[in-house]
């Protein structure tokens, strides 16, 4: 059974940083894509960023660019999110899904691509 458990949300001031982490289980962890998708009630998912299964390869959505850093270590089977400079627009409910890849290369942020989501961890940003 497969699991992605997020850690790391909460609130905080507009230009503070956060850390989230996803623990995977059930699953050969760097035989996955992974992403981190973020949703706002009422609003649509919104792919935030993504990462090759052995991380040399990355993609991130223009609004995050210069201020978000994903990374995994598959030694862990953890995946990461580094937000620095954050702002209130980036308020949302921010998920981590994982898609089975037969080789390494690029990567897709976009949701409909992701077989298996963790539940979410809720990030606030105060203005």
């Known amino acids: 059974q497969v699991q992605l458990v997020e850690s790391g949300g909460g609130l905080v001031q507009a230009g503070g940083s956060l850390r989230l982490s996803c623990t995977a289980s059930?699953?050969?962890?760097?035989?996955?894509?992974m992403a981190w998708i973020r949703q706002v009630p009422g609003k649509g998912r919104e792919g935030v960023s993504c990462?090759?299964?052995?991380?040399?390869?990355?993609y991130y959505v223009d609004s995050v660019k210069g201020r978000f850093t994903i990374s995994r270590d598959n030694a862990k089977n953890t995946l990461y999110l580094q937000m620095n400079s954050l702002k209130p627009e980036d308020t949302a409910m921010y998920s981590c899904?994982?898609?089975?890849?037969?080789?390494?290369?690029?990567?897709?942020?976009?949701?409909?691509?992701?077989?298996?989501w963790g539940q979410g961890t809720q990030v606030t940003v105060t203005s």
């Open positions: 899904a994982a898609v089975l890849v037969s080789t390494d290369g690029y990567c897709s942020a976009s949701s409909d691509r992701y077989t298996y």
């Open positions: 990462i090759g299964r052995i991380g040399r390869y990355t």
């Open positions: 059930g699953l050969t962890f760097s035989a996955y894509n």
